[in-house]
């Protein structure tokens, strides 16, 4: 069993940056591979990002790509979003979420339903 909280989200100007963080409970942290998702109201849960378990591989959603990172500390059972140049259509709910199956194809990571566990989710507003 993990769970998990999110934090750090808030009000941004368009152009500004924000980094979340995902703290997650249990031994087993460092087994598991930790996606962000976000959902927009009325819209679908939408993938972000992934990293594997070790922190040495990651795959990102073309709309984040070389602005948003992701990166984990296994010691301190968190993983982080650093999320630069932000825009108003990166408004949205983002959760971080747990899964052990990497994935061997991009749309397995970024499938919901490929994550066991997930988090109750931060709030990021960014206004133009």
């Known amino acids: 069993q993990v769970q998990l909280v999110e934090s750090g989200g808030g009000l941004v100007q368009a152009g500004g940056s924000l980094r979340l963080s995902c703290a997650a409970s249990?031994?087993?942290?460092?087994?598991?591979?930790m996606g962000w998702f976000r959902q927009a109201p009325g819209k679908e849960r939408e993938f972000v990002a992934i990293i594997n378990w070790s922190g040495d591989s990651t795959s990102y959603a073309d709309s984040v790509k070389g602005r948003f990172t992701i990166s984990r500390d296994n010691a301190k059972n968190t993983v982080y979003l650093r999320m630069n140049s932000l825009k108003p259509e990166d408004t949205a709910v983002y959760f971080c979420?747990?899964?052990?199956?990497?994935?061997?194809?991009?749309?397995?990571?970024?499938?919901?339903?490929?994550?066991?566990?997930w988090g109750q989710g931060t709030q990021v507003t960014v206004s133009s």
């Open positions: 249990g031994r087993t942290f460092s087994t598991y591979a």
């Open positions: 979420a747990a899964t052990l199956r990497y994935g061997s194809s991009w749309s397995a990571r970024a499938s919901p339903d490929n994550y066991d566990y």
